[in-house]
């Protein structure tokens, strides 16, 4: 029953921006809290942030720390993640995660790719 579908990737050259987005549907999305992930080829997905369900509460790996805003419009049931000075190492695919106690579940994921 749970959906999440992001979108917003894209081919941006380095110090360029993109913001992503992940449309939720089939939960009480203000119920969750919700990161993203990410994952370049021949890594493990590591978290770049998460939000709680209110969004008081907000944090970040340090490689992303001054970068990227991860915000969530629970009236729209959508959760942003706004990436600035954008650098080759954050080419991956970014995924939508939305959790509430031991029940998690995932986005198809959007590739974003920085290079000059």
């Given amino acids: 029953q ?6 917003g990737g894209g081919l941006v050259q380095p110090g360029g921006s993109l913001r992503l987005s992940c449309a939720a549907s089939g939960f009480t999305f203000s119920g969750y809290f919700m990161s ?26 340090e490689s992303v720390k001054g970068r990227f805003t991860i915000s969530r419009d629970n009236a729209k049931n959508t959760v942003y993640l706004q990436m600035n000075s954008l650098k080759p190492e954050d080419t991956a695919v970014y995924y939508c995660n939305a959790r509430r106690g031991i029940v998690t579940s995932w986005g198809q994921g959007t590739q974003v790719t920085v290079s000059s």
């Fill in 2 to 7: 749970v959906q999440l579908v992001e979108s």
């Fill in 36 to 61: 993203w992930y990410r994952q370049a080829p021949g890594k493990e997905r590591e978290l770049v942030a998460t939000i709680t369900s209110s969004g008081a509460t907000i944090n970040y790996i």
